[in-house]
């Protein structure tokens, strides 16, 4: 059961009454969280226990805090205790910071996705945003976590290959000094370790049990005696740690250790002006109108492998993609392309030296293999020289989403005296190439269409479309560090972040609509 309000009953002041904006915007979140089903919210409440705050107001209170740059528990708790429009919307309730806090950061754990969704087709059905076109972007925002608390993926592996080899020899050491006719071998004891490169800590474990076993039998043995305590007090805890670590870190770099989900990047906040890497998370969102329609949270620095998840997510959520998909350069890669192409989605995406080709400097490279001819019959390559590059073999690359790149490898018949070599190559031998046609294809694509009319007008509306929502969210709203700690919880503030975009947007745009009326 939940403790039930009615807001009619609760009237704002007479003062408050004309259209001025935060009366608009109170009334707007109001509205919106009011058309959603109350079944959303049935899995966030199981049952049992005392009557709950109802989840709609609870949702109410803590879009309108994100609208006012109110971000924390305890700020939004004395708003809802001392400002009327926080009063309003709450229905005169109180809830208490802990209440706010649980209902932000776990109740809506499976529910925030399904609440933006459905206040999303509010603004589909009041035609404020069309799902023509999805222009996609990403920034990264500071992690809750200490900047200076790193653990770096390639220090892992080092020590832990020191530490393995450390073990090894100490076992050696055992051994040789028990005169063991396996010595050679690395005894018994290494026997049962195996390789040190497929060392363990559960196999370590055992080793050291049945040290300690010998050590019963011979407790005046002062090496062997030892060499056990500083396996158990050092050796064995430091590579159990390290495999913790490198399973917290899977396929990523680093880790910060008071939030692990966050990765160290090189955010544009730069507050050393060293290019200091701080931990932070890398927020995708697609937008359309300045609507955010989609939102993803990723642990990449690099914009290029979060499109595919990005907009698998916004597929499930919507059912289907807008047909005309938007990016910048930085997501202008073979596998993006490839994927856009299977979803049978027009991709206005730039490729990384779209711009650099206009120059003159680019087009009198003789380098640059845009400025060669091919020869598709023959199947060979001429350079700027007049000199052929022969076909030698075709190599296959997997990308680690399965993707296979195919390159076909070219090498000069001979460059020696070629009076243009010192422009073309700093390679001793003979020019070689590796060509992937397929991406030759997409590139050939993306610029037709960016040179059309309609794909330059896209591309330049890309930049007032996810850059001013980002503006908006960073600088003018200040949220540039995230509260919450965790993949599954910081996604859960993009979520309330983006819900609370999206109204300020409408009210906006409302403001907007009236004025033109009235002229």
């Not at 500071?142 to 080899?165: C, I, M, S």
């Amino acid at each position: 059961m939940y403790i039930q309000y009615t807001m009619d009953q609760l009237c704002l002041p007479m003062d408050l009454e004309e259209d001025i904006p935060q009366n608009h915007l109170v009334r707007v979140v109001n509205a919106a969280v009011n058309r959603l089903d109350d079944n959303i919210f049935s899995s966030a409440y199981p049952g049992g226990g005392r009557d709950s705050y109802h989840p709609k107001m609870l949702t109410k209170v803590l879009i309108y805090a994100y609208t006012q740059r109110i971000y924390t528990s305890r700020q939004i708790a004395k708003a809802v205790r001392e400002n009327i429009m926080f009063m309003w919307i709450a229905g005169r309730q109180r809830p208490d910071f802990r209440t706010i806090n649980r209902f932000r950061s776990e109740r809506m754990k499976d529910v925030l996705e399904t609440v933006f969704t459905g206040v999303l087709q509010f603004l589909i059905d009041e035609k404020y945003v069309k799902l023509e076109h999805y222009f996609v972007d990403g920034t990264k925002i500071e992690a809750n976590a200490n900047r200076y608390t790193f653990v770096w993926g390639k220090a892992v592996v080092k020590q832990k290959a020191k530490l393995q080899e450390k073990v090894k020899t100490l076992f050696a050491t055992i051994e040789a000094s028990e005169q063991q006719e396996e010595q050679d071998q690395s005894g018994y004891d290494l026997a049962e370790l195996g390789e040190a490169s497929s060392l363990t800590s559960e196999k370590l474990e055992v080793a050291v049990q049945q040290l300690e076993a010998q050590l019963q039998s011979r407790p005046k043995d002062k090496p062997l005696k030892k060499a056990v305590r500083m396996l158990r007090k050092d050796l064995l805890p430091r590579l159990h740690k390290y495999e913790i670590q490198q399973e917290v870190l899977g396929n990523r770099n680093s880790f910060s250790k008071t939030d692990h989900d966050a990765t160290f990047m090189r955010m544009k906040e730069d507050h050393m002006r060293n290019g200091q890497l701080k931990p932070g998370y890398n927020v995708q969102i697609g937008t359309e109108n300045q609507f955010i329609i989609n939102y993803s949270l990723h642990q990449r620095p690099t914009d290029t492998r979060c499109l595919k998840p990005h907009l698998e997510k916004a597929k499930a959520a919507l059912g289907q993609l807008p047909k005309t998909i938007i990016a910048d350069a930085g997501y202008g890669g073979e596998e993006n392309y490839a994927y856009l192409e299977s979803e049978e989605l027009e991709a206005v995406v730039k490729y990384s030296t779209y711009h650099k080709e206009k120059s003159k400097s680019w087009q009198n490279d003789i380098s640059k293999l845009d400025n060669w001819q091919y020869d598709e019959i023959q199947d060979t390559w001429t350079c700027a020289a007049g000199r052929q590059l022969l076909y030698r073999y075709e190599s296959k690359e997997k990308t680690e989403s399965g993707y296979e790149i195919r390159r076909r490898h070219y090498r000069s018949e001979s460059c020696e005296g070629c009076p243009l070599k010192a422009n073309c190559t700093k390679a001793q031998g003979n020019r070689e190439i590796s060509v992937s046609f397929q991406y030759l294809r997409y590139k050939e694509q993306v610029r037709e269409k960016l040179r059309s009319e309609e794909g330059y007008a896209l591309s330049v509306r890309r930049m007032i479309e996810p850059e001013s929502v980002f503006g908006q969210i960073k600088n003018n709203r200040g949220f540039r560090r995230f509260l919450l700690r965790g993949l599954q919880k910081v996604s859960l503030e993009v979520g309330w972040l983006s819900l609370a975009h999206n109204l300020l947007k409408k009210v906006a745009a409302d403001r907007k609509r009236e004025k033109t009326v009235q002229e």
